[in-house]
């Protein structure tokens, strides 16, 4: 489970407001990368926050769950970057562009920034990059539980403006189901045109 370990750890080096920040929607073919900025509060009750995990490993109701406790009581901010910046951009770039956003977007500056992966954005702040760092720092966990609710409620929303596609169950990944309707019905206008996969439909590859 994450903890605070890295957070008491730059605190204790004098760094306040330290902020975790993670993304979601990388790897889907269709609708936008939303990457989420945490600063968590100074005192965390531990009944509440239970169950604060990487969001891949949580139950929709308690992603649901976090995600209103995170957003009442942290400083909690997200960026969204469309499907026409990361055609421009590339997917890491659009990534980047995003975590940027989120952290411009919290109410206050942070001080630090722990960043999950291995690429960070350019920021004005110390960084550092945490491999998995969503199943190691609590503050990374939260900003992976805002950033995946905030994305599933977009592509459900965009289930109902282009149906057929099921992305209201899988969030635009390449699905048997997402495949069969891109066969059927075609790529929309939230499709991602720079992925190999899309690039194939609208050149008419059959395979």
């Known amino acids: 489970m994450p903890d605070l370990d890295l957070e008491q750890a730059l605190r204790a080096d004098g760094f306040a407001a330290i902020c975790g920040v993670d993304e979601a929607g990388r790897g889907p073919w269709a609708g936008p990368v939303v ?3 945490v600063i968590l509060p100074a005192r965390i009750t531990a009944a509440t926050w239970a169950g604060l995990d990487d969001s891949k490993k949580l139950k929709p109701a308690v992603r649901e769950r976090l995600f209103d406790i995170i957003t009442a009581e942290a400083d909690a901010a997200v960026g969204i970057v469309d499907v026409d910046e990361i055609d421009r951009l590339n997917i890491l770039g659009a990534t980047l562009k995003a975590m940027a956003i989120a952290i411009g977007n919290l109410k206050r500056r942070p001080g630090f920034a722990l960043i999950d992966g291995n690429r960070p ?11 998995r760092g969503d199943a190691k720092s609590l503050s990374i966990a939260a900003a992976s539980v805002v950033a995946k609710v905030t994305r599933d409620r977009i592509m459900q929303a965009l289930a109902r403006d282009y149906p057929g596609y099921g992305w209201a169950r899988n969030a635009g990944y390449g699905t048997p189901e997402h495949i069969a309707a891109l066969t059927r019905l075609g790529p929309t206008p939230v499709h991602r045109r720079s992925f190999a996969p899309i690039r194939k439909i609208l050149r008419g590859d059959s395979g």
């Open 121 to 131: 954005p350019e920021l004005s702040c110390p960084v550092r990059t945490v491999v």
């Open 35 to 37: 990457a989420a900025a």
